[in-house]
């Protein structure tokens, strides 16, 4: 966390992306010293006119004065702007909150030339404090005098908060021939639950496609992705996934898609649903104090909501976490994990599987079940966990991380 | 865990109560060599004729076989004795499983002169691996000939796994003018939620009540007690609770009560809720690396369910239990789980309190707020936290403990 030097996550990716520009947006960062000394904590998006806009929220029932205020401007369906500041979360904090937001937004908006309800919202860090939104004065309008379409990894790191390395990740896909371009950052690192993972995610392309049609692509786009990914269970106040689409390319031919169903977005989808995966499987490689990446797949559930189910309560447990940061392949939590998870299951008919090896079979123990070959497998950094239940076609994938003291040692004092 | 010494908990009981001896009941206690070394690990509790026997069991969809046993002789509602081993949880043993509870009973019905569907098991421990029942052979028999009414310690001992204390208590109460006496063990210190927690718990009674009558009485009990502690979520495959009633009083000219509303049993149902409750919270102040007991009261919700829920929430949350772990007053994390429970809030509502210290006020941070004041509080042993949510009359009040580095190193390695 802030003022310690924490090192990077062992899992963090041994390569970055080269981050291509998206024409129509550029970034700056700044030092508003909300509450970090020596980094920057706020983040500037410029977009061109035109801007398509569509967003995905916590679920959470005590949603933060960002989260209220994003909501509240996303039915118009354009922004021109985006302001994200780490450090406070500006949640709980009442009338203040709202006070906070409003003013947030106006001071941008003078800085962008545009109107306060075309700039979009998000913050991150402590909740219940009030967050002092007069500290953007003077910040962004020297942040609009240097937008720089290529500061990917400058913006990615304005929005950390404990997190050890800065997320972001990029696609191409083509709408009718015509190539465009995603780029997206992403932060998170503890208070990381579906639905959505604690987490800011940014995504930006040079598609045009409408509003209504965005929305569809990423409300269906995070089911797979930032929604099948945990860290500790907890569902922050402040989940946002805001993706932003200049529509640069119809300069370049590309005509405006209306419709998430249109033949021509399946490539973009693809590429969206891929983009989005990466990032949230970096922030699950970021997971506070992880030193494994548990990737879970449940599969012969009588749904694929049941199996998600499944896979959740075996990804939340934290007897298999620590399990697995012990490099202790005790499949008997797993057992467990199905067992409390409430949904149908036949214990005589699951089976069990580490990466390759299976450790149990309907039911009990795998009579070939190797100790030494298991144990070996759990040394790596990603562990693969199979269940397969044996009672119907459904599935699905989560991923997680292990429990460390680390974890513990982390939250243990963060305010402090 | 076995093999190592572990402190006890520094929240154990200051005070250990002499546990009278039930009439009808005697114990004796051995070491079968189950998975521990040097210390009793299975314990044969004998019963006198017509015992009645009610039950409370996991929820898991992966019950152990033992569960599956008692569950099948529930219906007959007599037991006439009560085998419990640690180390081994007998779970997820497949039909090796079923066959170990048989030759158990068979053997316990053997060394105690009665049938085997007379017997009541428990097993807890290692999950998947095969039970060897034979260990039992000899041991259970021997066991039987130096039953004793007052070994309740030895007994709250031999049931132990990473427990750091033997738990133990009792109650008096009266039936129509007649003294009936109550006394409890119990083990439980990780993989402890509702419903149950993970934990074993016996009582006995020399009260002579129908066997429907204490069913209902024991169902009704857990609720408020045993169904509101959770150490981390974690629901086990073998939750048993079992409730013994000898009717050694009917000498004494208590006649027996056939139904559970009856007025007479207004004084016992008192005191059985009392000395549940008063076994769970130590399962809580056990919890495996616990340094605080949390007990978390939410008010003015929609209804008493609704109430739990968010009380499970917080009691549940990671982010929560490092938080007092850190002796942080991260009041905010609350606010967080409150927000992710699903349950209806009104977030601009709630108000929280630590103690008597009110930290937050209708949807803020209360402005009268003192972080020395609530430093201070947060070293106490005990962290009372109360959330008020302003929108009904539902309360519930539920009973955790932190979450400290010490707990995954505990379950970073309990199989090695």
Same mark, same amino acid.
């Given at each position: 966390?802030?003022g310690?030097?924490v090192?990077?996550?062992? %899992?963090?990716?041994?390569?970055?992306?080269?981050?291509?520009a998206i024409e129509?947006?550029a970034f700056a960062t700044?030092?508003?010293g909300?509450?970090y =000394?020596?980094?920057t904590d706020v983040?500037?998006?410029? #977009?061109?006119k035109g801007t398509a806009?569509a967003?995905?929220?916590?679920?959470s029932?005590c949603p933060?004065?960002?989260v209220?205020?994003c909501r509240?401007?996303l039915?118009g369906?354009r922004a021109a702007g985006?302001?994200?500041?780490?450090g406070?979360?500006? !949640?709980f904090?009442?009338l203040?909150g709202?006070?906070a937001?409003?003013?947030? @937004?106006?001071?941008a908006?003078? /800085?962008?030339g545009c109107?306060?309800?075309?700039v !979009?919202l998000?913050s991150?860090?402590v909740?219940?404090?009030?967050l002092? @939104?007069?500290?953007f004065?003077?910040? %962004?309008?020297?942040?609009a005098t240097?937008?720089?379409p290529?500061a #990917?990894?400058?913006? !990615?790191?304005?929005i950390?908060?404990? +997190?050890t390395f800065?997320k972001v990740?990029?696609?191409?896909?083509k709408?009718?021939?015509i190539?465009?371009?995603?780029?997206?950052?992403a932060?998170?690192?503890g208070?990381?639950a579906p *639905?959505m993972a604690?987490m800011l995610?940014f995504v930006?392309?040079d598609?045009t496609?409408?509003p209504?049609?965005l929305q569809?692509l990423?409300s269906?786009?995070v089911?797979?992705s930032?929604n099948?990914?945990?860290v500790?269970? +907890?569902?922050s106040t402040? $989940?946002?996934?805001l993706?932003?689409?200049?529509?640069a390319?119809?300069?370049r031919?590309?005509?405006?898609v209306?419709?998430?169903?249109d033949?021509?977005l399946v490539?973009f989808?693809?590429?969206?649903?891929?983009l989005l995966?990466?990032?949230?499987?970096?922030?699950a490689? $970021?997971g506070e104090?992880?030193r =494994? %990446?548990?990737?879970?797949?449940v599969?012969?559930a009588?749904s694929?909501r049941?199996?998600k189910?499944?896979?959740l309560?075996i990804?939340?447990?934290?007897l298999?976490?620590?399990?697995? /940061?012990?490099? $202790?392949?005790?499949w008997?939590?797993?057992?467990?994990?199905?067992?409390k998870?409430?949904?149908?299951?036949?214990r005589?008919r699951?089976?069990i599987?580490f990466? *390759?090896?299976?450790?149990a079979h309907?039911g009990?123990?795998?009579?070939s079940?190797?100790? @030494?070959?298991?144990?070996?497998?759990?040394?790596?950094?990603v562990?693969d966990?199979?269940?397969?239940?044996g009672?119907?076609?459904g599935k699905?994938?989560?991923?997680?991380c $292990?429990l460390t003291?680390?974890?513990?040692?982390?939250?243990?004092d963060?305010?402090?």
């Amino acid at each position: 966390m802030a003022g310690k030097s924490v090192p990077v996550s062992p %899992l963090a990716p041994k390569k970055v992306p080269k981050m291509p520009a998206i024409e129509g947006v550029a970034f700056a960062t700044a030092e508003a010293g909300i509450r970090y =000394k020596g980094r920057t904590d706020v983040l500037l998006a410029r #977009f061109s006119k035109g801007t398509a806009m569509a967003g995905v929220f916590t679920r959470s029932k005590c949603p933060s004065a960002p989260v209220d205020w994003c909501r509240s401007i996303l039915p118009g369906g354009r922004a021109a702007g985006l302001v994200v500041n780490s450090g406070n979360a500006n !949640a709980f904090t009442g009338l203040k909150g709202r006070e906070a937001v409003a003013l947030t @937004a106006k001071i941008a908006a003078k /800085a962008l030339g545009c109107k306060p309800e075309d700039v !979009a919202l998000a913050s991150t860090g402590v909740i219940g404090e009030p967050l002092d @939104a007069t500290k953007f004065e003077g910040v %962004l309008a020297d942040c609009a005098t240097r937008v720089n379409p290529t500061a #990917f990894m400058d913006a !990615a790191r304005a929005i950390m908060t404990t +997190d050890t390395f800065p997320k972001v990740a990029t696609r191409k896909a083509k709408i009718d021939g015509i190539p465009v371009t995603l780029s997206g950052i992403a932060k998170g690192a503890g208070m990381i639950a579906p *639905d959505m993972a604690t987490m800011l995610s940014f995504v930006f392309t040079d598609a045009t496609i409408a509003p209504s049609a965005l929305q569809a692509l990423l409300s269906k786009g995070v089911k797979d992705s930032f929604n099948a990914v945990t860290v500790d269970s +907890d569902t922050s106040t402040s $989940d946002t996934l805001l993706l932003f689409a200049t529509g640069a390319a119809a300069a370049r031919g590309q005509m405006e898609v209306p419709d998430a169903k249109d033949r021509r977005l399946v490539g973009f989808k693809r590429a969206l649903n891929a983009l989005l995966l990466d990032l949230a499987v970096q922030v699950a490689r $970021d997971g506070e104090g992880a030193r =494994k %990446l548990i990737s879970i797949a449940v599969e012969g559930a009588t749904s694929a909501r049941s199996a998600k189910k499944i896979a959740l309560s075996i990804a939340n447990s934290p007897l298999v976490k620590t399990a697995v /940061a012990g490099e $202790d392949a005790n499949w008997g939590r797993i057992v467990m994990a199905v067992g409390k998870a409430g949904e149908p299951a036949d214990r005589d008919r699951i089976s069990i599987r580490f990466g *390759d090896i299976r450790v149990a079979h309907e039911g009990a123990r795998d009579p070939s079940y190797s100790e @030494a070959a298991t144990t070996e497998y759990m040394k790596r950094d990603v562990i693969d966990i199979t269940v397969s239940l044996g009672i119907g076609r459904g599935k699905s994938r989560v991923y997680t991380c $292990d429990l460390t003291k680390a974890y513990v040692e982390i939250n243990g004092d963060y305010r402090s």
